[in-house]
């Protein structure tokens, strides 16, 4: 298949100079490759062109203005998940346009898009009662939905970022009197991070399912795609989705922000954890931040009430297997793109 020069310097500025020139870890290279799915679907669903033949004539100011309502229209996108895709697109453009004057053109296109101001004070999280609301949903039988419930009772538990779950191996756990699970970081920096009993419960049993154990599959992703050797962030979003459409349905009362993520997750475990008295500097290294003033946002979430202990949360229930097409954000994509995910 014939590529044009913008397929054709895509697939180097993944396979050689992300990783060879610039270094980038593997989460960073993932999170510009993810940026790009999306960019591929809008112009084989909206253009009609697949993504072998897109070109730099192809992307005009023009253009990024219907892509960018689409993004916030069709794929419901929050300000920051579209300024990430922007952001992705033009950082390759740059690299672009020192190599090729055709894509001078597409740079300055990129560079005028005029993304959503993305809020700096408030962010989506699960009150206590919404996190269990949420791990109940799952069905515990079979493969799907024991995965599934394992997979989000772990997100909320270690407060890790989507990418970071992506990346757990078999390896990574240790089933002790104090459980933990290896995170892989921003940076390449690692961190061990406690695992209460009741999610230690849910991996021995999800893995018992899989006919895995600690010893003889230490390493294997986790929680492993269909299609790959481990599942995707996208893949995580669209659960995380379908089970917060779900919880919304079932519970007017509760889930009342419009745009949940797997980062929310994240934010829930550090909301609650303040709201039980951890110190910020422990939140600070439970989280894997760099800085202490990027935790402090959490003294500015949710300070009126303030809970001594987490609540135990519950996992059983009959809700049937979800998750049917868990990978179509992944279809119509080239290999290169497909590999750095």
Known sequence: MKQTLFTKQLAEYFNVYLPLNKKCSKN???????????????????????????????????????????????????????????????????????????????????????????????????????????????TTKGKSGSRDVTLLALLYDSGARAQEICDIMVGDLTFAKTSTVRIHGKGNKARE????????????????????????????????????????????????????????????????????????????????????????IYIRNFLGHESIQTTEIYLRIHQGSVSRILKERKTETSIPDILEHPHSENQDIPDFIQNAR
């Open 28 to 138: 960073t290279i993932s999170s510009y490759a993810d940026g790009f799915v999306a960019l591929f679907q809008f112009f084989k669903e909206i253009k009609d062109i697949p993504h072998y033949r897109i070109n730099y004539s192809d992307i005009t100011t023009k253009t990024m203005d219907e892509y960018l309502l689409w993004l916030q229209s069709e794929k419901n996108y929050s300000a920051a998940s579209q300024k990430q895709r922007i952001s992705a697109l033009s950082s390759f453009l740059k690299y672009a346009s020192g190599r090729e004057i055709a894509s001078l053109g597409a740079y300055n296109a990129v560079s005028q898009a005029q993304t959503p101001k993305i809020p700096k004070t408030v962010f989506p999280y699960f009150s206590a009662e919404e996190i269990r609301i949420l791990l109940g949903i799952p």
């Open 193 to 280: 991070i406690p695992i209460s009993s009741d999610v230690v419960k849910l991996i021995k049993r999800y893995l018992a399912e899989r006919g895995k154990t600690l010893k003889d599959n230490r390493d294997e992703h986790l929680f492993p795609s269909q299609r790959s050797d481990r599942i995707t962030t996208a893949c995580i979003r669209n659960l995380v989705r379908k089970y917060v459409t779900l919880a919304k349905s079932n519970n007017p009362n509760h889930f009342k922000e419009e745009d949940y993520s797997p980062h929310s997750f994240r934010h829930s475990k550090a909301v609650h954890m303040l709201e039980a008295g951890i110190p910020l």
